[in-house]
């Protein structure tokens, strides 16, 4: 049977791996040091299977599992604070822990080749380890603030991956931004969290917060649940919280493939579906929730028509992705006469979520495979039709953007129909209902832009004549500590910034540890969506979580939006192929046109500068004015009294002045005016 | 009985007295810059105190307090070997008594402090007796008397 | 403390401190100073002040010729003291504190020490002072140096003087007021030298009125004392004198190399 404490083994393993890779690695396990972390993450994911294998047993008569690992800390008094090792195994967590070790697992093993003699390894695969670590345990903890430490387990984890290779000034940027930018959101889910807390009875258990929080005032309710959201923005980078995303690329490939794609910004959208039930008592926050996904989804995806960096585009296409799920979240509305829409919205954005994960995952790999190979080239100015040069990698990348763009029957399809069915069909309320269709219809171009960006990446990088730039040629298949990172266009300095040579004989394939992980992931990216969608076996299981109803009802108004969705995708990869393939010169045309456009979408729109004029700057002006007080005036009033001792002391000095009658003299006087005290200090002082 | 000391000059006098030499002979030691008269006035005090001790022994009748002023003598005399032999010394390197050459325990960085003040112009000596200059007198004139 | 709250009625006897106050300004004129003698001035202070102090040790019981005799050894005493602080010839300075010997030798003759009397003219004024005064024909040739017409803090050691001279009269006179009222120390010292006393008067011989008769019998007495009361001080004194012998020499030896030619 299985034993609910073997679901604490879960985040346990990767700790004690993580723990284990730090302190041993850096003199003893050294290139070894991926073992622990490979071993740990396997054993969790059986356990997790073994877990969903009780889950769905029969006998069971809640679909949880529940186990109480003790108390981690305690307060007493009227207003305590509980948190204990709570965790809990339910449909929505026991569908993302595998998820999550799985891609763990896989992008291990990639990372073993890509890193390889790096000299920082072994803190590699430590920190992987804890980022795994808190991952799980921010997934199946039970107790709202033990989310919570893994929340900020998981942005620290970030913030140390991001800076990894921290002798660039580049990734300390973008580490520290990343992690500001996440604070902000931390704070709103920290509030959110303390309002919940002491609005329902003091508890911390999600379930009983959900059950109470239903009976708060609407305000209160809008309020605190707006606060939580704020926590899912700034974690899933939504508008305006999306800042710090692209420049997270600056960190390792694989990281990014991890944590950027599949993982750590799943977890605002986690947050999000898990507490839908008590979210959708106030429709306001949904629709809010829904337009700032839909904001975000059409924003990244016009940024990431024009981005020359590879590893950029797909960035902006997770950050794409993650609007359409938290679209689908907003979608959850249980005001619609005859029907309640929670559920089915919950589970079309956790099933998009899973399986976003395994192609963005698929698709962030194949690009570090392709990085690589090109010397850690990625702008796609100087790469070309590698479609020969790089087999395997080019299949992997194929597959990924196929299901990206949403064809069928790969699985983006499936897991974006049911997005936008779910949004059509809330847009058959009572009220707003034209907010929704408007979003439905930004749900749909935003499925034309996404193949269109996608497969503009792939025909660039793919097809056409073979590229390879010099960065390949000179230094072969190994890692190389200084060159890491995105090194492109800033690399070379007399050479054309575009320089290439087209001599596809020296550059190479990857090796093998890092082709099998790419093609493990190609049949579970584009077959994940068949296997669980249609066959509505994620709603099965995610509908019998507790809180929800699975939902099988009819939505078959809403077939017009599968329709529409592929023809927008079809539509998207044929403007693709002709502006990259067939006629090449019809891009630069269509640039010269849109003119003030296309430079908009290539700045990002100015938001990262706004950002920093509005907030940024007045900060660094206050940091200054800061610093120069406590320079000029603090330090220099402590300064003077440091000195003061120094001047006593010089006073007083000139009494040593070595003649021997002068300190005769101060004796006597001393002894003097003792004898006087002695003598009559009693008549003195009377 | 009638107190031996409780006629005049009674012991306070005697007290009196000592104290006062006692404090004349500090004085004297905090003012003078000649180390052999620093000493001298250091034996003026042992004066005054020796004064003391006798006006004590008999106002007690016994005779300790000449005893003590013997062990005092005593001490005394090794005082001013020892006193001697330093001052030597000290004289050997500076080729003066004066102590306030001796300023080397002073603080460091300190100035040493010297004389400012000139003394006043002492009057010349008399002229030590001195020979008449040998050889020829002067040419004296002839003696016009005879008488 | 309760004995002396019912004392005088003021702390201070004024014409003790003025008169000590007149002789330290007298003292501190008198004192080498390069900007001249101001001679005269400071020898009327000072004497003044000390007529002043022997008139006030006057005491009500009349004059005596032991009186007179203490008067006229006590002056000279604190006249050649005066001398031997300010003369700035030292080797007349060390001639006046064979004065001052001289005198204090009178007074201990006075409280009948003939023996000290003689030990202490013969130590004093026979050995230390002329070897000090070898030893500055040795240093000072020349007369007096410029160091001798200076003085090192007059000013502050002539107050040192009075406060300290001050205050040991003040407490010699309260002393004084307390014991004439029969309360005091002086009175609480007494009791137990009672059996001491006893015991020597025993073996003293006395006159009528108390006084121990012959002079000589002091020596006798005196021996005794040493060597009986305090024999351990004699032999520790025979010790110290043979260390400071053999330091006398040790320290004055010449070692080559450390003369310093200035």
Known sequence: MFEPAAIALIPLLPALAGALTLLLGPKILKQQSHWPLIIACVGSFLVSLLGIHALTSPTLEIRQIVYQGGTWFATLGSNPVSVGWDFR???????????????????????????????????????????????????????IVL??????????????????????????????????????????????????????????????????????????????????????????????????????????????????????????????????????????????????????????????LTQNDLKRILAYSTMSQLGYMF?????????????????????????????????????????????????????????????????????????????????LPFSGYWSKDEILVALDSASHGPNRDGVYKILTWLGLITAGLTAFYTFRAYFLAFWGEVK??????????????????????????????????????????????????????????????????????????????????????????????????????????????????????????????????????????????????????????????????????????VDAVARIPAWLGDKFRPVQNGLVQFYALAMALGLTIFLVFLAFGDRLFR | MIQIMDLPPGLTHYLVVGALLFVLGLVGFLARRNMILMFLNAELMIQGVALNFVAFARHRGNLEGQGFVLFLLAVAACEAAIALALIL???????????????????????????????????????????????????????TSHV | MELFAAGQPGLFRFEYFFALAIGALGIYLLLPSPRGKASVAGSIATLGSLGWLCFLGLAPGGFTIETGLFHLFAALALVGAVFLVTQTNPARAALSFVMVVICVGGLMLLLAAPFLMAANMIVYAGAIVVTFLFVLMLAQQDGPSDADNRSREPGLACFTGLALSASLLLLLQRDQDNADRGLGQMKALNAPVAELRLKQEQTLRREANGRPTAPADNTTFLGQTLYTTLLLPVELAGVLLLVATAGAILIAQRRPGTEVTP
């Open chain 1, 89 to 143: 195994l339910d449909p929505i967590s026991a569908m993302m822990v595998p998820m999550v070790l799985f891609l763990a697992t896989v992008i291990a093993v990639f990372s073993i080749g890509y890193m390889k003699d790096d000299p920082a390894y072994p803190r590699y695969f430590g920190v992987f380890s804890i980022f795994v670590a808190a991952m799980t345990l921010l997934v199946l903890s039970d107790n």
């Open chain 1, 147 to 304: 989310l919570y430490a893994g929340w900020e387990g998981v942005g620290v984890c970030s913030f140390l991956l991001i800076g990894f290779w921290f002798q660039k000034p580049s990734a300390l940027k973008a580490a520290r931004k990343a992690f500001m930018v996440t604070r902000i959101g931390d704070v709103g889910l920290l509030l959110g969290i303390l309002l919940l807390w002491s609005g329902c009875g003091f508890t911390l258990q999600i379930p009983t917060l959900i059950e109470k929080a239903k009976l708060l005032s609407d305000e209160y309710l809008y309020l605190a649940g707006f606060l939580l959201f704020i926590g899912a923005m700034g974690k899933s980078a939504q508008f305006p919280l999306h800042i710090w995303l692209p420049d997270a690329m600056e960190g390792p490939t694989p990281v990014s493939a991890l944590i950027h794609a599949a993982t750590m910004v799943t977890a605002g959208v986690y947050l999000i579906a898990r507490f839908l039930p008590l979210l959708t008592m106030s429709p306001d926050l949904l629709l809010l929730i829904a337009v700032i996904g839909g904001i975000t989804a059409i924003l990244a995806a016009l940024i990431a």
């Open chain 1, 327 to 407: 679209m689908a979240l907003g979608a959850g509305r249980s005001d619609i006469s005859g029907h309640s829409l929670v559920t089915f919205a919950m589970v079309a954005a956790m099933f998009h979520l899973f399986t976003h994960a395994f192609f963005k995952a698929l698709l962030f790999l194949s690009a570090g495979s392709v990085m690589h190979s090109m010397g850690h080239v990625i702008d796609l100015r100087r790469i070309g039709g590698l479609r020969t040069v790089l087999p395997f990698t080019h299949i992997a990348f194929l597959s990924g953007a196929l299901a990206l763009a949403g064809v």
């Open chain 1, 468 to 637: 390879i730039p010099v960065e390949a040629l000179s230094h072969g298949q190994h890692g190389h500590e200084n060159d890491h990172g995105y090194a492109s266009t800033h690399h070379e300095v007399n050479h054309d910034p575009y320089g290439s040579v087209s001599d596809p004989t020296k550059a190479h394939e990857s090796p093998w540890i890092m082709t099998l992980p790419l093609l493990v992931l190609v049949p579970a990216a584009l077959g994940i969506g068949a296997l669980f969608g249609p066959t509505h076996r994620m709603m099965d299981f995610l509908g019998s979580a507790p809180g929800f109803h699975a939902d099988h009802g009819d939505h078959s108004a809403s077939k017009w939006v599968a329709m529409a969705s592929q023809v927008f995708g079809l539509g998207g990869i044929a403007v693709a192929f002709l502006l990259y393939v067939a006629k090449p010169g019809m891009a630069v045309s269509i640039r010269k046109m849109a003119g003030s456009g296309y430079n908009l979408s290539l700045n990002r729109f100015y938001l990262d500068e706004i950002l920093t004029i509005l907030f940024v700057r007045p900060l660094q002006i206050l940091g200054w004015l800061i610093q120069a007080l406590d320079r000029e005036l603090w330090d220099r009033l």
């Open chain 2, 89 to 143: 010394v000290l004289y050997r390197t500076q080729h003066s008594l004066d102590v306030s050459l001796w300023q080397n325990l002073r603080e460091e960085g300190l100035e040493p402090i010297l004389d400012e003040e000139p003394l006043p112009l002492s009057p010349l000596e008399e002229k030590s007796p001195s020979l008449t200059v040998a050889g020829p007198g002067p040419a004296q004139p002839e003696e």
